[in-house]
C-alpha cells in the first residue's frame, strides 16, 4: 500500500507536468496520463492515487479476474485478447509463456508511448521480475517521461532499471526505489503492527497455538511441525 502510494508521487515529483487538468489562464492544461503494470495492492493502490491525483490511468495485469478491480477505481483495464489464464490458486501471477510474453510488450509498447508516467509492480513469488518494459520501448516513450519501477529490488520490470538509482536514458527518468515503506515509517509500523497482532490472535487461544489445520492462515503459514517440513 505504502509502495503505490509513494510511487506516485516520486512520478509526480519527477514529471516536468501536472497531473490534473487545470483550467488557467494561460489555457488549459491536459490531465498526465499514466500506465500501471500489475494490479496487486501496490498497483491499485498506485492506480487509486494517481486518480486522486487527477491523472488519466490505464492498468495491466495478466489476471483478467482483477479487471473489475481496476475499473472499480477509474481505470481502464489494459487486456490482451485470448489470453491463457495466468493466476495461481493462491491468486498470485503465474510466470508467462514466451508467446504470451511478447504479446503483452507489443502491447505495451503501443500504451508506453502514451504514457507520461509508469508505475511498474509486477512480481512473480520466488522468480525474478518479469521485464515488461524493455529498452527499445524507453526509447519510443516521450521525453520528460518517467518510469517507478517497484520491482528494481528482484530485478525490475524494466531492463534499464538500477536497484537504488535514478537513471536517465533518451530523456526518460527511471527511478528504482527500495524499501519505500521505509519512507514512512510511522504508518508502515502501525500497519505491520496491527497485521502482526490479528495474525497471532487469528493462529492462538488461551492455551497456545491453536493447531488448527482447518484454518487456512495457520496452515498456509506454518512450516515445519513435529520434525517435519510442512510447506
Known sequence: TIAGYKAVLLAADALPKFLPMLTTAAGTIRPAQALILGAGVAGLQA??????????VEAFDVRSAVKEQIKSLGATFVEIPNQEN???????????????LAKQQQLLHERAKLADYIISTAQVPGKPAPRLITKEMVADMKPGSVIVDLAAESGGNCELTKAGQTVCVHGVTIIGPTN????????????????????ILEITNEK??????????????????DGEITR
Open 180 to 199: 519505500l515503506p521505509a519512507r514512512m515509517p510511522l504508518d508502515a509500523s502501525r500497519m505491520f503492527a496491527r497485521n502482526l497482532a490479528t495474525f
Open 208 to 225: 497456545g497455538f491453536t493447531m488448527d489445520w482447518k484454518n487456512e492462515i495457520f496452515a498456509g503459514t506454518c512450516v515445519t511441525h
Open 47 to 56: 492506480i487509486a492515487t494517481s486518480r486522486r491525483m487527477g491523472a488519466v
Open 86 to 100: 495466468l493466476e495461481d490458486k493462491g491468486g498470485y501471477a503465474k510466470q508467462v509463456s514466451a508467446e504470451t
